[in-house]
């Protein structure tokens, strides 16, 4: 009885707070009151481990090969920045292209168990010609490996950086490509595919952008949230709710910073951490049912649109998950006990 009334207690103003910012404009960028509340909530709520682990599944493999096959055929888009990089020198056509072998030109560790791997393109006046949203494959083979480990990656690069492709890759145990990855140094070379369509996105489409990610799964979150706020005519409000484990494994957390400094108006990101410091003021604890009830757009709200992406665990949890690289699956889990429809949801 005493939690529930101190949770309703902390859930008022955060509510009345995430409330008025997705109708109007907030009066300053002080989010205190804000934070303040979806600490009670994380710390009183109940969900989900961000479990990890980087499975060798040929089947997925060979369904997400047979989409960049296709790519150069599927993918449109109304966004003048796809449209620009669909207009410039691409590295990936998809259609026959087939592999290309990339040189790998620089590694940046980030923490732990993650490095920022850059990889030059074949010519140096190219852009990589993926449009929002969009992977490439890798694929590698070990002189002991009967089939060659395959495994989509979005990269956090810019769609129009020229000469250059980028990527962010968390090192799983007894993941082939990223324990691979981590291994490789320059100018070792890797075997990319591509792109493979995701989720279409067109500035405006949408009223209310939500984004649920865990782990490196932030990257295709980061790639939409980037193409939104460069567009200078799209209006879009995006969310981003991101757990990790750790402080330290908050991928991409100084270009969201940026973000939100930037656009206060339109874009606010909370950060949930399992095991967080001593001070932590965000959330703490697992993602919520009763944290996203208060901090995303309601379900009933034209124009909302929710993205996820994760490790299996958080899939299960939040929205339940995709039956197949081609196929979403029914919508489960958190998100539909709140009320939000299958069309409403993509899994990334």
């Known amino acids: 009885m005493i939690s529930r009334h101190l949770f309703r207690c902390a859930q008022q103003p955060l509510k009345q707070g995430v409330r008025r910012y997705a109708t ?28 990890t682990g980087e499975k060798s599944s040929q089947k997925i493999a060979t369904k997400a090969s047979d989409l960049a096959s296709t790519a150069a055929k599927e993918v449109k888009s109304d966004d003048p920045i796809s449209a620009n990089v669909k207009a410039s020198k691409s590295a990936f056509t998809g259609g026959d292209q087939g592999w290309i072998d990339l040189k790998l030109e620089s590694v940046e560790e980030i923490n732990h168990n993650t490095k920022k791997f ?22 590698y083979k070990g002189p002991e490996m009967e089939k060659p480990a395959i495994r989509p990656y979005t990269p956090v690069s810019d769609e129009d950086q020229v000469g250059t492709i ?10 082939a490509m990223s324990e691979h990855m981590h291994d490789m140094e320059p100018p070792q070379r890797l075997n990319f595919k591509g792109p493979i369509p995701k989720y279409p996105y067109k500035p405006n489409e949408h009223k209310h952008v939500a984004m649920i990610a865990g782990g490196t799964g ?59 410091p001593e001070r ?3 959330p703490k604890g697992h993602v919520t049912k009763e944290l996203l009830k208060t901090v995303l757009p309601e379900a009933k709200e034209e124009g909302t649109k ?18 197949s690289p081609s196929d979403q699956g029914e919508l489960a889990g958190m998100l539909k006990d709140l009320g939000y429809t299958k069309d409403q949801v993509y899994k990334f």
Do not use: H
């Open 218 to 276: 932030i990257t295709p979150m980061y790639q939409v949230a980037r193409a939104i706020f460069k567009n200078p005519e799209d209006k879009t409000k995006v969310t981003l709710v991101f757990g990790n484990l750790t402080e330290e494994d908050i991928l991409l957390k100084r270009e969201f910073e940026e973000l939100e400094n930037t656009y206060p108006q339109r874009f606010r990101a909370f950060y949930v951490l399992d095991n967080p």
């Open 306 to 323: 929710i993205f996820v992406c994760g490790p299996p665990g958080m899939y299960k949890a939040v929205s339940g998950a995709k039956k």
């Open 280 to 282: 932590w003021m965000q």
């Open 166 to 175: 980028d990527f962010i890759i968390k090192k799983y145990p007894n993941g």
């Open 24 to 51: 109007e404009p907030p009066k300053s960028s002080n989010n205190a009151t804000l934070i303040g509340g979806i600490v009670a909530a994380g710390a009183l709520g109940t969900g989900y481990y961000l479990t």
């Open 118 to 139: 850059r990889f030059a393109l074949p010519e140096k006046d190219q852009t990589s010609g993926l449009t929002v949203a969009s992977a490439l494959l890798t694929q």
